[in-house]
């Protein structure tokens, strides 16, 4: 089955930027959604379809997609910004989704 | 303002059926697709599966043979049941919906709180 490959941990200094990746075979070829997590809480959607934004959420955040990597781009990044992060896509081969491995960011 | 509701006992015997509602409020249930997902303390997020109000359904192959969703679009309400539970069902379960695209992948746009799930004799 398909596999989505998260580094676990990430960390930034506030003000900086933190890039949290998500490799997968020919990961380029399929729409990638980004979520935040914090503790306790219900995920929430922070970039769709690669690098489209909900309504509400930051432009600090922003998100790319090619090859064998999509990748999540927090800008300036903020104590708020603390959480986990999941990549997710939809694998056409099975028709399932399937969730990234996860990624702590840490604001230092 | 669509919001979603978890519900359902917080305690399966091993062996048993695990059954969970989903409650939407503020919007209609009607053309979209819902989810089910969950999350064992301190692991990332597992899909479940997935129903379109049309009757269009698809499951994660992992469980597939083990999940029945259903829909009553009277009530505004979705269920879950997971049969043979053991301890690895422990988790938290999460509702979502589906945000409307052109294609079958689309992004969970709504969430519903999650509710704790123990599987325990």
């Known amino acids: 089955s398909y596999v989505l490959t998260q580094p676990p941990s990430v960390s930034v200094a506030p003000g900086q930027t933190a890039r949290i990746t998500c490799g997968g075979n020919n990961i380029g070829s399929k729409s990638v959604h980004w979520y935040q997590q914090k503790p306790g809480q219900a995920p929430v959607l922070v970039v769709y379809?690669?690098?489209d934004r909900p309504s509400g959420i930051p432009e600090r955040f922003s998100g790319s997609n090619s090859g064998n990597t999509a990748t999540l781009t927090i800008s300036r990044v903020e104590a708020g910004d603390e959480a986990d992060y999941y990549c997710?896509?939809?694998?056409?081969?099975?028709?399932?989704?399937?969730f990234g491995t996860g990624t702590k960011v840490t604001v230092l | 303002q669509v919001q979603l509701q978890e519900s359902g006992p917080g305690l399966v015997k091993p062996s048993e059926t695990l059954s969970l509602t989903c409650t939407v409020s503020?919007?209609?249930?009607?053309?979209?697709?819902w989810s089910w997902i969950r999350q064992p303390a301190g692991k990332e997020l597992e899909w479940i599966g997935r129903?379109?109000?049309?009757?269009?359904?698809n499951y994660n192959p992992s469980l597939k043979s083990r999940v029945t969703m259903s829909v009553d679009t009277s009530k505004d309400h979705f269920s879950l049941k997971l049969s043979s539970v053991t301890a690895a069902d422990t988790a938290v379960y999460y509702c979502?919906?589906?945000?409307?695209?052109?294609?079958?992948?689309?992004?969970?746009?709504?969430w519903g709180h999650g509710t704790m799930v123990t599987v325990s004799s």
């Open positions: 379809d690669d690098s």
């Open positions: 129903f379109h109000t049309s009757g269009s359904t």
């Open positions: 979502a919906r589906t945000q409307p695209s052109n294609y079958a992948g689309g992004a969970f746009d709504i």
């Open positions: 997710q896509v939809w694998d056409t081969s099975s028709d399932h989704y399937v």
């Open positions: 503020g919007g209609s249930i009607s053309n979209y697709y």
